[in-house]
């Protein structure tokens, strides 16, 4: 009798941890629906206006919203809300789409590639620490003045290079002799934009043939 009653005590402990388990779970799947993601990537919205092209940033970040406007290539005025705010920045967005600023098409951006030179073909793991470091200084100038981001770091033949997807070439390349003349990183060889990128890249198909 007694080993009966141990079976059925055994039977009833498992039978309140598995109806645990289902709330816990039911729960858990309640909250994952509450965080849901509104902003998957960063909406970058432009619009040409007197003396410039002025950008509204909207992007998410650890359960916060993020919203940059400013002027291309001049620091944004950020502010941030909680994700439970969303229907507040949805409106916005609308609103900004509304007064005519859209998206730019990746085809319509154009490249932004700063060049070191290296001692030997790839760069020792100094040089290469170097490349990552103004990596990102100039991502992050770049998100904070509203003009493009990252695409590819590189090294070979002397040479490496971080380049860049930007709306405006030569508003970049101000704000990035400003940035970075007179400092550590102002040693560069280059900024070459898209013609010159390709000029470049056929020179050394061409050596390598």
């Known amino acids: 009798m007694q080993r ?3 079976f059925l005590f055994l039977f009833l402990i498992i039978g309140v941890f598995k109806l645990l388990g289902l709330v816990f779970g039911l729960f858990g799947l309640l909250g994952g629906k509450n965080k849901k993601q509104h902003l998957d990537t960063t909406l970058r919205l432009y619009r040409r206006v007197p003396g410039g092209i002025a950008f509204a940033w909207f992007y998410e970040i650890d359960g916060m919203l993020f919203v940059d406007r400013g002027t291309l290539g001049e620091m944004a005025g ?3 809300v909680p994700v439970s705010d ?3 920045i949805e409106a916005e967005i609308a609103a900004a789409r509304a007064e005519g600023f859209a ?3 990746d085809d319509d951006l154009q490249i932004f590639q700063i060049v070191y030179a ?3 073909t790839f760069g020792s793991s100094d040089e290469l620490a170097k490349r990552n470091a103004v990596l990102d200084l100039l991502d992050e100038h770049f998100a904070l003045t509203g003009q493009g981001y990252w695409i590819d770091s590189a090294s070979g033949m002397g ?3 971080n380049t860049f997807l ?4 030569e508003v ?3 704000s990035v002799k400003d940035l970075l003349d007179g400092t550590e990183f102002g040693d560069y060889i280059a900024l070459r934009n898209t013609e010159e990128l390709a000029e470049v890249d056929q020179i050394r198909a061409e050596a390598s043939a």
């Open 86 to 88: 969303w229907p507040e």
């Open 118 to 120: 290296v001692d030997d």
């Open 78 to 80: 950020r502010r941030n």
């Open 159 to 161: 040479t490496m290079e």
């Open 166 to 169: 930007v709306v405006d070439f």
């Open 172 to 174: 970049a390349r101000a």
């Open 103 to 105: 998206e730019i098409d």
């Open 4 to 6: 009966i009653r141990n």
